[in-house]
């Protein structure tokens, strides 16, 4: 019975996606368009601020004090302060059919979370000062999903990324809006990359 409700939840959550997506495929001024349709330099960029990132935790990790390794999961696994990555290391004995689900929802909730973080965190700003403590806050909010916490500092210099990707363009239409639908482009195609590249690394 569990089971059968949690499928139920995928279904209809992916459902709903799906005719949010169908709806605005061809709006220009839906998130869905936005991610995935527009900007297409905005990919390219994605990929080396992931890359970015990933050479960023990779080179500082050893020097990571363990009260900064903190995250849900290691709290949960008490006897190792790397819980996130055991869960991570064990992502592939999830079942195939729910990883699919998953996976196809965050694909499909992606535009809309960028932007609402967007919003949040970026939306009127205008000079990198101001950002300094709204990208300290964008990058720690992620621990909510239970990276640790050091992770999610170094989030935060993907923060500074979309704040230049905002700023440039605030700077170059005098338009808000605009700057803000740039900095949900490069977000939502960042994060649909970064996915990509996870289901690789688990299905490997």
């Known amino acids: ?21 169908y709806k605005a495929r061809k ?44 995250g849900i999961f290691s709290l949960l696994d ?24 998953i996976c ?6 992606f535009p809309k979370a960028a932007y609402s973080e967007e919003k949040t965190f970026r939306h009127g700003i205008i000079n990198f000062k101001d950002s300094i403590l709204s990208n300290i806050k964008f990058g720690l909010i992620h621990c909510i999903v239970g990276v640790p916490i050091w992770i999610g500092l170094c989030l935060s210099f993907m923060g500074f ?23 949900t482009s490069l977000h939502g195609k960042y994060n649909i990359i970064a996915l990509t590249i996870f289901i690789l690394t688990i299905l490997n």
Do not use: Q
């Not at 440039?168 to 639908?181: G, Q, V």
């Open 1 to 21: 019975m569990k089971d059968i409700i949690y499928y139920t939840i995928l279904v209809l959550l992916f459902a709903i996606n799906i005719t949010w997506f």
């Open 27 to 70: 709006d220009n001024n839906s998130m869905y368009y936005v991610v995935y349709f527009s900007k297409p330099l905005d990919w390219i960029l994605g990929f080396f601020a992931l890359t970015a990132f990933i050479i960023l935790i990779v080179s500082i990790e050893p020097y990571i004090p363990d009260f900064l390794k903190i």
């Open 78 to 101: 008490k006897d190792n302060v790397n819980g996130n990555v055991a869960i991570l290391n064990n992502s592939s004995s999830v079942s195939p059919i729910i990883t699919i689900f």
């Open 104 to 109: 196809l929802f965050l694909v499909l909730f």
């Open 161 to 183: 990324i979309l704040t230049i990707r905002y700023i440039y363009e605030y700077k170059k239409t005098n338009n808000y809006d605009m700057a803000l639908c740039a900095s």
